[in-house]
């Protein structure tokens, strides 16, 4: 789609929307448009501007993310800097590890990581403490 300035042969000037910039020409030719002011078909491309200061206002508008959270987010925010502070991340070896600890293969300390569905139900049924954590963990390496 494409829109359009255009004027009349009487000077009236409106704005239209056409599939292309062929599709006016084929129908600006047969004579099928027209002046949405006095209706005459002798219709041309008008001169148009560059719609740059209202993409800039947009930006201006657009919400900030930065803004004030609500204290759901806020306590979510403390929770995961919490975890990020307390626990190792072992990103993708988190089943392994959590595994390892709850045999006493290896010495127990805070993690968290990654871990599909089904693995950390099979952790469960084993009888490993495990939680979900209500937020993607960042991927860092420690």
């Known amino acids: 789609m494409i829109q359009y ?16 910039a062929s599709a006016f ?14 209706g005459g078909s002798d219709v041309e491309k008008a001169m148009m501007t560059p719609r740059v200061g209202a993409a800039r206002e947009a930006e201006k508008a657009a919400p900030s ?16 800097k919490n975890i990020e502070k307390n626990a190792s991340y072992v990103g993708d070896k988190f089943v392994s590890e959590a595994r390892a600890m709850h045999a006493g293969d290896a010495p127990e300390r805070a993690i968290y990581g990654e871990a599909r569905l089904d693995e950390a139900k099979k952790l469960v049924d084993e009888g490993v403490p495990v939680a979900p954590l209500p937020f993607l963990p960042t991927r860092k390496a420690n």
């Open 65 to 80: 993310l930065a803004k004030e959270r609500n204290p759901a987010e806020q306590a979510l925010a403390e929770l995961r």
């Open 5 to 20: 300035a255009l004027k009349c042969s009487n000077g009236h000037t409106f704005d239209s929307w056409f599939q292309s």
């Open 25 to 38: 020409d084929r129908l600006a030719g047969a004579g099928m448009v027209e002046c949405s002011v006095c």
